[in-house]
């Protein structure tokens, strides 16, 4: 077997006494789609700044592509993308010069060529010559994902891609995400409170509660771990109940 | 540093003055607002002191032109990091494959060609409305330029610094940086004139080398290059720091989780 795309070990994170990531560790292979699940606060955006190298680990370890991630940052971040609700591209811009920024820091070969291509993909192309602030949530969001997908990254992470998506829209993205990672065998973090999307792409999940890992894998063990019936009912018992381990425990600390 | 990533962070910029006129606009009227009250003012003295030194009375002229040389390429590296504040694209850019050279190379650039923009300006402006031509400054022209660029990319480093370090509601020290040095900088009137403390912080500011130097040079045409090469070994001094500083800063919002509070404001 490869070795993993992305491998965490131990990862920890303590903002002042805050902790917000506690010895998180989890593996991704090639071509995988892992989702990354837990409540609001799970710490879930944290461990994916830390991959993306803009939060620095309290401890632990990052290895992308089988290199140490902060000793080869660069060379590393240039074969890695992202997309997250929490960024935008700039406003005032038109989105083939957003774009055009993009694929030159990321090195894109035939830029224009490509930069077709993802639009295209994610049926945005008539918008091209559109001012990027003036688009709707929606499009905005599927601008991203441009971006993101610009430099055909080997490692992709999506931080709620599909949060401000109408459901006709985030099919459309669950299609790509599926589509890319089938034909170009890209890996890909992902995380979404749309347990939807989660049944449909990821391959299997982690789920997190306050920083931990309570739980890895495929989404039917996920079910028969829990003793739930969706992965839904799985997230609200774990949001609510924390790590309580087995369905009668947590049935008795709700007495 | 690579110039294939530093060609992208300025093409954002190229863009982004072409998009939005309004930001031009804001580059040539304040340096022209000021232009006209000190030209103005310096006719006025010109005529009300009579002849005895009609000449170095245009300092104040030069003075408006230099200072803005330093004001922009300042403005040009801590604005470079507001307007990816202001736009939510800060993770994008810390997030992609830029170093610190980088980003900094970009930054400085980018107040190069600001400085650029404003001084051309001024210099046309000041022959045509006051018959001031600061090439009167001849070949020391180019080391005050230099001195003041430097100086500038140096002031707009610790502005980003602080900014990151105080965070988003320390934005105006961006504009205000460069004020709080102002007075002792020398930049209207000699340093002589200052109380003797505040003559040993000038001694200190690179910048007032350069504006005693001006003054030098128009009133008896002689250029101090020992002061000249005295502002350049500070100004470097002042550089490497203001980089330490930013580095350190940029390690330390990483590990506070600074960079990520900003996106999220
Ligand atoms: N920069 C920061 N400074 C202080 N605390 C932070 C910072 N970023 C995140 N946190 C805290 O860490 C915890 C996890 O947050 P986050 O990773 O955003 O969770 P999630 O993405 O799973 O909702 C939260 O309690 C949050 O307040
Ligand atoms: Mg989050």
């Known amino acids: ?102 694929g030159q820091i990321y090195r894109v070969p035939n830029l224009n060529s490509r930069i077709d291509e993802v639009l295209e993909m994610l049926e945005i192309s008539h918008l091209k010559k559109r001012v990027s602030g003036e688009l709707s949530a929606g499009e905005g969001t599927r601008l991203n994902l441009c971006k993101a997908l610009l430099n055909r990254p080997r490692l992709l992470l999506l931080d709620e891609p599909t949060a401000s998506l109408d459901p006709d829209i985030a099919d459309k993205v669950r299609r790509v995400v599926k589509r890319i990672r089938d034909e170009e065998g890209t890996t890909i973090l992902y995380t979404s409170h ?17 920083g931990k890992v309570l739980f ?26 924390g790590d309580i381990e087995s369905k009668g425990e947590i049935e008795e600390a709700s007495k | 540093m690579s110039l294939r990533t530093v060609r992208a962070l300025v093409l954002r910029y190229l863009y982004l003055y072409t998009r939005t006129p309004v930001r031009i606009v804001e580059l040539i009227f304040w340096p022209l607002v000021h232009l006209l009250v000190w030209g103005y003012l310096t006719r006025f003295l010109q005529q009300n002191i009579g002849d005895d030194f009609p000449h ?30 202001w736009s939510r694209n800060l993770l994008n850019i810390f997030a992609a494959p830029v170093t610190n050279a980088d980003y900094l190379g970009s930054t400085y650039a980018v107040g190069m060609m600001r400085a650029t923009v404003t001084s051309v300006m001024l210099g046309g402006l000041s022959v045509l409305f006051y018959s001031f031509n600061i090439f009167q400054l001849s070949w020391a022209l180019i080391p005050f330029v230099f001195n003041l660029l430097i100086f500038g990319w140096a002031l707009g480093m610790i502005s980003t610094a602080l900014i990151v370090r105080w965070g988003p509601a320390a934005e105006t020290l961006a504009w205000a ?50 002061e000249l090469g005295i502002a350049t070994l500070l100004n470097f001094f002042y550089l490497g720091l203001a980089g330490l500083l930013f580095v350190r800063v940029m390690l330390k919002g990483r590990e506070k989780g600074l960079l990520t509070k900003f996106a999220s404001q």
């Open chain 1, 1 to 102: 077997m490869h070795p993993p795309v992305l491998r965490v070990r131990e990862l920890t994170k303590h903002f002042g006494n805050v902790t917000s990531v506690d010895g998180v560790s989890f593996d991704i292979f090639r071509g995988e789609v892992l989702g990354l699940l837990g409540a609001n606060g799970a710490g879930k955006t944290t461990a994916i700044n830390m991959v993306l190298g803009i939060v620095t680990p309290t401890g632990g370890r990052i290895e992308v592509f089988g290199k140490e991630l902060m000793a080869n940052r660069i060379e590393v971040l240039r074969q890695m993308n992202f997309c997250s609700t929490y960024t935008q591209l700039p406003g005032n811009l038109r989105i083939w010069q957003n774009l055009k920024v993009f």
């Open chain 1, 194 to 210: 749309n347990m939807r999307d989660v049944e449909e792409v990821c391959d299997r999940v982690v789920f997190m509660h306050r």
């Open chain 1, 216 to 241: 890895t894998g495929t989404s039917e063990e996920t079910l028969h771990h829990f003793k739930e019936e969706s992965l839904e009912d799985v997230f609200i018992r774990v949001a609510r109940g």
């Open chain 2, 56 to 85: 170095e009375i245009t300092f104040l002229i030069g003075a408006v032109i230099l200072w803005d040389i330093l004001f922009r390429a300042q403005q040009g590296v801590a604005i470079f990091f507001l307007e990816d504040v």
């Open chain 2, 177 to 226: 940086v460069p004020f709080f040095i102002q007075p002792f900088a020398a930049v209207y009137y000699p340093v002589d004139y200052l109380p003797t403390a505040l003559q040993w912080i000038a001694k200190a500011l690179p910048c007032s080398y350069v504006f005693e130097g001006m003054r030098g040079v128009l009133t008896d045409g002689v250029v101090n290059w020992k």
